[in-house]
């Protein structure tokens, strides 16, 4: 390993019952608090819109500030095409002095999944001329950065005053936001912008090599083009499972969860030609060898590490405990206090 494992870092998904979505989003929030607990760096939320998954990220990080005191949290990722820019800009900034200063926005470019069924809904009058490119990003990084919104600022009346920027500014945050990319175009944006990089177990195969050769490539591009060099932040997302103090019938659904997962990491998926991951499953000990291997870990100093989709409370419990208590050690990553 070139670099020591610095920052660790999970992401949760957040299922939930829809007859009783609830004790699904007390999940999240309790797993989120037993990260801080075990000394975790971070903890990010997955937007899942229209589905049985975290539908407001940040809402439910609004949640998590006021149970927390230490531990950053992220969004992994925001598809800024469900966003207005300058809503999403207040949104975030108020969470983060909410927190103290610990919010880390991840978001991304692009057209929303599934555009052309959901369009009506989102935009249905506007859904042909909204601009879902990296302009509608580039609006949120100014509002972010306390950048003018409106020509219009002074006192009004008697009571009202207007600021011409967003309010509330939070000086610092615009240093913590991320992009979430998978390309070399993406990889090249977020470092020209100077943003930070999150790359995830899925990557856009426009080049011939591994998973990780691949995956290394955005990282060294991101760079390349970044005003702070090497010294660039990246996060890795792979999915992860130590299984160390896992009981038999848990290691067995563990395993059976990484076989169904495994035909689409043989070759590149679909016209986008996206190239996923293998899942890591097994004891720390063989799955810090496994990534002291990856080209691309090689050269990160910080994860995020993903939680399967589906699973249980208790399995999140252990699997965190396994990262924070023995995977962690394992790549030289000391908890936080």
Known sequence: MSRSLRKLGFLTIGNFDPADPGPGHESTLEVIQLGEELGFDSAWVRHRHLQYGISSPVALLAAATQRTRRIELGTAVIPLG?????????????????????????????????????????YPDTADVEDLSYHRLERLLGFVRGETATDFSGA??????????????????????????????????????????????????????????????????FRDHHPDGENARVSQGLVVIPT???????IDR????????TPRTAEPQGP????????????????????????????????????????????????????????GPALGWSPAS
Request: glycine share 8%; no cysteine.
């Open 254 to 261: 563990y395993l059976a969860y990484a076989e169904k997962r």
């Open 272 to 327: 986008a030609k996206m190239l996923f991951s293998v899942d890591y499953v097994g004891s720390s000990a063989e799955i810090a060898d496994r990534l002291r291997e990856h080209a691309a870990f090689q050269e990160i100093d910080e994860v995020a590490f993903a939680l399967p989709f589906s699973f249980e409370h208790a399995d999140y419990v252990q699997i965190l405990t396994d990262m924070a208590t023995k995977l």
């Open 82 to 122: 469900w966003e207005n820019p300058l809503r999403l800009a207040e949104d975030l900034a108020t969470v983060d002095i909410l927190s103290g200063g610990r919010l880390n926005p991840g978001v991304s470019a692009g057209p929303p999944m599934n555009w052309d069924r959901v369009k009506e809904a989102l």
């Open 156 to 221: 009004e009346g008697i009571v009202e005053v207007y600021s011409d920027r967003v309010e509330p500014h939070s000086p610092g945050l615009s240093s913590r936001l991320w992009y979430g990319g998978g390309s070399l175009r993406s990889a090249q944006w977020a470092g020209e912008h100077g943003m930070n990089f999150l790359t995830s177990n899925v990557v856009k195969a426009e080049e011939a090599g591994t998973f990780a050769e691949i995956q290394l490539s955005h990282i060294r591009t």
């Open 244 to 250: 160390d103090s896992a009981g038999p019938e848990q």
